[in-house]
């Protein structure tokens, strides 16, 4: 019907072939879906309301177009109309990130104006101005039959902007929560092997004595991490070694230890309700619950190189739900799963994935 046939078609799709998939907007912390859409290659930007609640579906709106139905080469066309015309020249595509050039134009109408009495035409003015927009590769983590629940991604409202996307992986001992989108970089690091007796849920109706248990698991938990960063600097001096670069959060995907899918299912519900004076901003949340988990919420505005530490409390709800309370300030954070279905997301291995994790935490390299 355009008078195109498939290999031409392909033929023309085939260098965007890596830019299908999820991507972080870098500058804005946003999720990128990019998918092929009839004739054109679309990205679609997530794009929340303040009235939507955790557990709807995600919304996109459409944010560049790649058309591919006419001869001559593919052009990159941006929706916002804030933006001009771009063309393949100014993208560029690699297997973790790729980047567009836009060239912005503000267009300045002739209009008529009045000086000192008379009518006078102001010239129309055209600015120019050039951006680069980065966009960093965004894996679904590697899933193990013996994971709590199954990992990935999860809609959480922060703040009273609307909602965010954060992602749940599990590594070994420990599960990792971490911040795909907004402003706030940051991750829940919740202990697996430190789970937190419910006793029938009456662990929530007193606060204090909830904030007693989590300080004592805190203090063995730093108190622990001490003695093993001496171990291990004494045994850098042994050895005559210098202390390894990196980040020790990012410990090889591994199956969980000590808690299973299976044992949380198991698990029976007990009643939930948040503790007095413990604020949460979506009243919405489940009534019982099935596991309690001492945990850690790390968080900073502009780097996560030095950030913030608050001990808390992570509480599954069911295969879709878990929440947080923080001790200070007191505060919970329910967390719903992401329905929306995406191709094009699997990681080529574990270690492309906690370097996908290392990038959006720490920046790209």
């Known amino acids: 019907m355009i008078g195109m046939s498939y290999r031409e078609f392909y033929a023309k799709m085939f260098p965007y072939r890596h830019i299908l998939g999820l991507w972080q907007y870098s500058s804005c912390k946003e999720l990128l879906n990019v998918v092929v859409d009839?004739?054109?290659?679309?990205?679609?930007?997530?794009s929340p309301s303040l009235n939507t609640h955790v557990d709807g579906p995600m919304q996109f709106k459409p944010w560049f177009r790649i058309r591919l139905?006419?001869?001559?080469?593919?052009?990159?066309?941006?929706?916002?109309?804030?933006?001009?015309?771009s063309y393949r020249r100014h993208m560029q595509i690699q297997k973790d990130r790729f980047s567009i050039q836009w060239i912005k134009r503000d267009h300045q109408k002739d209009s008529p104006t009045r000086l000192r009495g008379e009518r006078v035409l102001v010239?129309?003015?055209?600015?120019?101005?050039?951006?680069?927009?980065?966009?960093?590769?965004?894996?679904?983590?590697?899933r193990h039959p013996d994971d709590l629940i199954r990992p990935g991604l999860f809609s959480v409202?922060?703040?009273?902007?609307g909602l965010m996307i954060a992602m749940l992986s599990f590594h070994g001992k420990y599960a990792r929560v971490t911040k795909i989108t907004g402003l706030l970089i940051g991750m829940l690091k919740i202990h697996l092997m430190r789970r937190i007796q419910l006793r029938d849920g009456e662990i929530f109706r007193n606060f204090n004595e909830l904030s007693r248990v989590v300080l004592e698991i805190d203090e063995q938990v730093i108190w622990e991490q001490q003695q093993q960063q001496q171990q291990q600097q004494q045994q850098q001096q042994e050895d005559g070694t210098e202390e390894s670069e990196g980040h020790g959060w990012q410990s090889p995907a591994q199956p969980s230890v000590g808690e299973s899918g299976a044992a949380a299912?198991?698990?029976?519900?007990?009643?939930?309700?948040?503790p007095v004076g413990v604020h949460s901003r979506d009243q919405n949340y489940p009534r019982t619950c099935r596991?309690?988990?001492?945990?850690e919420d790390f968080g900073t505005l502009d780097s996560f190189l030095n950030p913030k530490r608050f001990p808390g409390v992570f509480i599954l709800f069911d295969e879709n739900r878990f929440g947080f309370i923080r001790l200070d300030p007191k505060s919970f954070i329910l967390y719903s799963r992401v329905q929306n279905t995406f191709q094009n997301v699997e990681a080529p291995s574990p270690q492309a994935f906690l370097e996908m994790l290392s990038n959006i935490l720490f920046g790209s390299p």
């Open 291 to 295: 596991m309690c988990f001492y945990g």
């Open 38 to 46: 009839g004739l054109c290659i679309t990205g679609w930007m997530y």
């Open 69 to 85: 139905r006419k001869r001559k080469s593919a052009t990159v066309e941006y929706m916002d109309n804030y933006y001009s015309l």
């Open 123 to 142: 010239l129309s003015q055209v600015a120019r101005e050039v951006y680069d927009d980065t966009y960093l590769r965004v894996y679904f983590p590697p």
């Open 265 to 274: 299912a198991e698990e029976q519900p007990v009643p939930f309700v948040l």
């Open 157 to 161: 409202r922060y703040n009273p902007a």
